[in-house]
């Protein structure tokens, strides 16, 4: 069983910076892959960047120069650090993991959802 939970959303003016984490309670820490989506009502789920347990890393073109996804294997932690961020940003922002793939930056592929952080970027 995989427990998720995500902490660090907020409240930021535009050109702002927020750091999200996501704790994982895991059983192994083996080969896997992890993710931050997000997700504004009405709208479907949106892969914002991944990152395997080697630490390559994969982002949407969107936040691509802005986001950076990182991971402290020894505190079972997930990071995304967001900077220059936009009202276009807001967004519930969630936690993500599936074991034994490098591939997770879809919203079918993971296994575990955190229960999420709301980011809120004003103009």
């Known amino acids: 069983q995989v427990r998720l939970l995500e902490s660090g959303g907020g409240s930021v003016p535009a050109g702002g910076s927020l750091r999200l984490s996501c704790t994982a309670s895991?059983?192994?820490?083996?080969?896997?892959?992890m993710a931050w989506f997000r997700q504004v009502p009405g709208k479907g789920r949106e892969g914002v960047a991944q990152?395997?347990?080697?630490?390559?890393?994969t982002y949407a073109p969107s936040v691509k120069g802005r986001f950076t996804i990182s991971e402290d294997s020894s505190q079972r932690t997930l990071y995304l650090k967001m900077d220059g961020l936009k009202p276009e940003d807001t967004a519930m922002y969630y936690c993500?993991?599936?074991?034994?793939?490098?591939?997770?930056?879809?919203?079918?592929?993971?296994?575990?959802w955190g229960q999420g952080t709301q980011v809120t970027v004003s103009s």
């Open positions: 993500a993991y599936r074991q034994n793939s490098v591939l997770c930056l879809n919203p079918d592929q993971p296994n575990y």
């Open positions: 895991l059983d192994t820490f083996s080969y896997y892959c």
């Open positions: 990152v395997t347990n080697w630490g390559e890393t």
